[in-house]
């Protein structure tokens, strides 16, 4: 099983469409949750960090289930250019000043117009 | 916002050359890292540093070698390019337990 794992997708999604996309992770020790995007041969660019208690950035929306060990990225009223690659990504604390970042795979939006 | 920078944007060069690829960040951040992406797929780690004159090598087994001498660079060098090297290579760096922040990426590409 890998350590953080997203629904690679594509999510063909309409605009003004609602889309939620779930990654899960698999060391439930892990300290720190991000949602970054990555555009068509761009460099990753964080989105948000995801806070215990959820959290809203204008149309997106975090939110972190340590119970089930997931993270959740919902995004409302989609526009095109919303169209990108998401990646969950995990920091795990190994101990002592180390920590280990774990990437997901990613899940490919593609909002229609 | 971190500033970090990458040079060259991109790179064609023949088999066999030698090539550094720069990384500089003006945050000083302690972390920095090195990860390799091809074309729609995903990241691997190939380097990381926690600090000057430290510096461990990724998940993804790679030729290539880093160092550390100051804070703000952390160098990527290939000895000998070779085709198989062809890809996007991607610095990025961040301090203590923050976000992850990445430089805009080499493209390189070995004929």
């Known amino acids: 099983r890998k350590e953080v794992e997203q629904d690679p997708g594509p999510f063909n999604v309409p605009e003004g469409a609602t889309v939620a996309f779930n990654c899960t992770y698999s060391n439930s020790a892990s300290q720190s949750f991000f949602w970054y995007r990555q555009d068509c041969r761009k460099e990753p660019k964080l989105l948000m960090s995801v806070y215990s208690s959820g959290n809203e950035d204008g149309r997106f929306t975090a939110q972190l289930n340590r119970a089930s060990q997931y993270i959740s990225l919902l995004i409302r009223d989609s526009k095109l250019s919303d169209s990108a690659t998401y990646l969950c990504v995990v920091n795990d604390l190994a101990g002592g000043a180390t920590n280990k970042l774990i990437f997901g795979t990613g899940t490919l939006l593609a909002v229609q117009p | 916002e971190a500033d970090i920078y990458q040079t060259p944007r991109y790179l064609v060069i023949g088999t066999g050359k030698k090539i550094t690829l720069e990384c500089s960040q003006t945050?000083?951040?302690?972390?920095m890292y090195w990860y390799q992406q091809d074309p729609g797929m995903e990241l691997h780690l190939i380097h990381y540093?926690?600090?000057?004159?430290?510096?461990e090598k990724g998940d993804l087994s790679s030729e290539s070698t880093v160092s550390r001498i100051r804070t703000e660079h952390f160098p990527l060098t290939l000895e000998s390019a070779r085709p198989s090297h062809t890809s996007q290579y991607l610095c990025?760096?961040?301090?203590?337990?923050?976000?992850?922040?990445f430089g805009n990426g080499t493209r390189l590409t070995v004929t």
């Open positions: 945050m000083g951040h302690d972390k």
């Open positions: 990025a760096s961040k301090q203590g337990s923050s976000p992850l922040h």
């Open positions: 540093s926690y600090g000057v004159n430290s510096t």
